[in-house]
């Protein structure tokens, strides 16, 4: 079993739409959770940081962290052509080290 | 300069070549990075310098060198490589090497093509 699940995709979804993309983790140990953002010929970008379980807003986007059940989520309010990338989840306990999922493309059509 | 580059963008060789990819950061950090990332698969850790001393090797084939001159350079030496080892070659480097919100910053990659 991997440490952290996340599908590929892709996900296609029209323009105005909200998106959902998740991850599931199996170390109860993590509690940094991060979603970077990688555009096509980029490397990732951070894009939301939580610390342990909740809710996180910015804007658009809406991180959340359910630790009970090994679930994390990125919503994205209002899906703009330009959000179309790969998301990656990323996790880590007390070591620097990330833990990461295999990235799931997504694709806004207008 | 900003930010984090590297060089080359693109590199293809052959199965007996040697070739480096270079790393250089911008942003004053003390930890870099060297990631593997294969299409579908999540990224894998190959290198961790702090301080321009190697504190993480997972298990790397020795057919990878890496060097930290300085801790703004990073280098991977690549030498007989197999064509299972193409994929996108990415370095990052962070403020230092902590849990929890230690933002690693992203160069754009070298996409490698081994024939």
């Known amino acids: 079993q991997k440490e952290v699940e996340q599908d590929p995709g892709p996900l296609s979804v029209p323009e105005g739409a909200i998106v959902s993309l998740n991850c599931t983790y199996s170390?109860?140990?993590?509690?940094?959770f991060m979603w970077y953002r990688q555009y096509s010929r980029k490397g990732p970008e951070l894009l939301m940081y939580t610390y342990s379980s909740g809710n996180k807003e910015d804007g658009r986007f809406t991180a959340q962290v359910d630790k009970s059940s090994k679930y994390i989520s990125l919503f994205i309010r209002d899906s703009q052509p330009s959000d179309s990338a790969t998301y990656l989840c990323?996790?880590?306990?007390?070591?620097?080290?990330?833990?990461w999922g295999a990235g799931t493309k997504l694709i806004i059509k207008p | 300069e900003t930010g984090v580059t590297q060089t080359p963008r693109h590199l293809v060789m052959g199965m007996t070549n040697k070739k480096s990819l270079k790393c250089e950061q911008h942003l004053g950090h003390n930890a870099m990075y060297w990631y593997k990332q294969s299409a579908k698969k999540p990224l894998e850790l190959m290198f961790v310098?702090?301080?321009?001393?190697?504190?993480e090797n997972n298990s790397v084939p020795s057919r990878f060198s890496p060097e930290c001159p300085n801790s703004s350079h990073l280098f991977l030496h690549l030498h007989t490589l197999q064509p299972e080892d193409s994929a996108l070659y990415l370095c990052a480097s962070s403020q230092a090497l902590a849990s929890g919100q230690n933002e690693q910053f992203f160069g754009p990659g070298t996409r490698l093509t081994v024939l």
């Open positions: 170390n109860s140990a993590f509690q940094y």
């Open positions: 990323a996790m880590s306990g007390s070591n620097y080290q990330l833990i």
């Open positions: 310098y702090s301080l321009e001393e190697r504190v």
